[in-house]
């Protein structure tokens, strides 16, 4: 009995040492997740993360492929779910699309390119049900509305430092070709600097301009470029300045197939395939001004999370531009979007809205 007893007390005793081990395992954890995710917001700490949609107007580019990359990374990375819609120019699809979001009750949305005043409305109607909006590139009318974010690349630095190389290498004096369309908030920023540098420099000429937004741009661009190089012969041209990368691809195909290598090419945006282009033996495509897509992604992101964390944010907020050459490409040779910041410094970084706490989710988050 003796026995039975002394092993059913040593079971028991085993057992509940078990038990009270489990259970300071437990607490342990609680309290090693509690120190982990100290600082950070409650909403986040506590798992609930976060849906978030991103709708851009235009797509079908690499820009706009290497923006939404942007977004999904530096959203996974906190926890996020992120999905993304791209209308491919299409109006009526862009609006569909963020009235379903808004219906499904995401936490946030992400808006790019919404350029009409529908997109003023519908950021109306998503904040009036508690949804936290960042935009890109949109109607500066949302500035209207509180509490929305409104950023952008710095159009009038990408502009000035596009024309003033192009002023700087002609001496003031140059025949050029205008690639832009109007109707788009960025767009109407670079044509600002545009007609104040033609103004402080009469030696700069334009001899004709053009520009339309459409799935085919670069296409329609090559052909309007190729029709322009048969009216003004070698020699009646010095550059071209293209306000969207879309419309420097068609301008350099036409060039290319034309033989006019005297030309050059003065854009602004890039992406892989606009690298490629400007690291071409004798290529025309020797400037651009422009922004990493990819980390405006990232830091709208970042900033519809401080909004989801309750904390203040700016009203406008402008992505700092650099000027990238065709020299420093081909120094380096087979540069891409990614190894793009061994040739230009600070290419692609920045700590802008990253707080602490969400250097500490990102770090719970890989466990």
Same mark, same amino acid.
């Given at each position: ?9 040593? %079971?028991?005793?085993? #057992? ?13 954890? &609680? +309290? ?15 798992? !609930? ?10 797509? %079908? ?16 990375? =906190? ?9 491919? %120019?299409?109006? #009526? ?7 379903? +979001? ?6 946030? =949305? ?6 009409? #005043? ?11 049900? %508690? ?31 596009? *024309? ?7 001496? @003031? @004096? ?30 700069? /000429?334009?001899? !004709? ?5 459409? &799935? ?6 090559? /052909?309007?470029?190729?029709?322009? *190089?048969?009216?003004?012969? &070698?020699? @009646? ?70 909004? *989801? #964390? ?8 402008? =992505?700092? +531009? ?6 420093? *490409?081909? !120094?380096?040779?087979?540069? /891409?979007?990614?190894?793009?910041? @061994? ?11 990253? !707080? ?12």
């Amino acid at each position: 009995m003796r026995k039975s007893f002394g092993f059913t007390t040593i %079971g028991a005793t085993t #057992a509940a040492l078990f038990l009270l081990t489990g259970c300071g395992d437990d607490s342990a954890q &609680e +309290a090693q997740a509690d120190v982990q995710l100290e600082g950070v917001p409650e909403r986040f700490a506590e798992g !609930e993360g976060a849906k978030v949609k991103v709708i851009r107007k235009i797509g %079908g580019d690499d820009h706009t492929a290497q923006y939404l990359a942007g977004v999904q990374e530096e959203g996974k990375a =906190l926890g996020f779910e992120v999905d993304t819609f791209t209308a491919n %120019g299409d109006t #009526a699809s862009y609006h569909d699309a963020i009235s379903q +979001a808004i219906d499904a009750n995401y936490d946030g =949305l992400i808006l790019s390119h919404g350029d009409d #005043a529908a997109t003023v409305d519908a950021v109306k109607r998503a904040v009036d049900k %508690g949804i936290e909006v960042v935009t890109f590139d949109s109607n500066p009318e949302l500035e209207s509305i509180e509490g929305v974010t409104l950023t952008s690349q710095d159009d009038e630095e990408l502009a000035t430092l596009a *024309l003033n190389q192009l002023v700087e290498d002609y001496n @003031e @004096e140059a025949n050029i070709l205008y690639l832009w369309v109007d109707g788009f908030p960025p767009m109407v920023r670079r044509d600002a600097v545009y007609q104040e540098v033609l103004a402080e420099n009469p030696g700069i /000429n334009e001899l !004709e301009r053009f520009g339309v937004a459409s &799935e085919d741009t670069s296409t329609q661009t090559q /052909n309007a470029v190729a029709a322009l *190089l048969n009216k003004y012969p &070698e020699g @009646e041209i010095d550059a071209i300045f293209a306000t969207w990368d879309a419309f420097a691809i068609g301008a350099a195909r036409a060039l290319e197939e034309a033989g006019r290598d005297e030309i050059n090419i003065y854009g602004i945006d890039v992406s892989n395939a606009d690298l490629q282009i400007m690291q071409e033996d004798q290529t025309t495509w020797q400037y651009t001004a422009a922004v990493d897509p990819k980390l405006i992604g990232t830091i709208n992101l970042r900033l519809l999370a401080k909004k *989801l #964390a309750d904390e203040e944010t700016p009203q406008f907020y402008d =992505l700092e +531009a650099s000027l990238i050459s065709s020299d420093q *490409l081909n !120094e380096a040779s087979g540069v /891409n979007m990614v190894s793009l910041s @061994e040739v230009i410094p600070g290419w692609g970084q920045s700590e802008a809205f990253e !707080e602490d706490w969400m250097k500490t989710l990102k770090e719970h988050n890989k466990q």
